[in-house]
């Protein structure tokens, strides 16, 4: 749970509050860039995550898109808990031979360190993306996951 504090407690000070769509209730939208690090063969650059984060008193919901149709085939489930999610899919032709790992590299822009919950891998001609937020304590849970327009896409939220 402290890397769900230190994130809200940064978008708060950075002024990424977009909006208060109730007197208890602050809404932001952000852009997490992911990168592959220790990649062998042609691998993308980065890709985005899309989060919106909705805080209110007592916790927040996070709701977001994975934007990775443009490099790889059709995405399914295939492994899942109330705290962790797995989509994978086969690589397009061009990134077949990548073998990488990656994480969060920024947050708008900024660099940050330590933010682990979401993780691709790339190999055997496929991508995996996880988000597992069993970090974040037993107060927390994955609400919704599927797949919207051939991206994963996912809410969690999280009491304190």
Known sequence: MRLFISLSTVLLTLGWVSSAKAQDTLQSKYRLKIKPSAASGICPAYFDVIETIRLYEGGAETRATVWLQWMA???SISNTTSQSVTWIAKLKTQYKNCKAYASISTLDGYP????????????GGSVSFTLDISSFGEYSAITWKGIEGN??????????
């Open 73 to 75: 085939g059709a995405f």
């Open 112 to 123: 940050v360190e330590g933010m682990d919950h979401l993780r691709a891998r790339f190999a």
């Open 151 to 160: 991206n994963p896409s996912y809410s969690w939220a999280v009491a304190d």
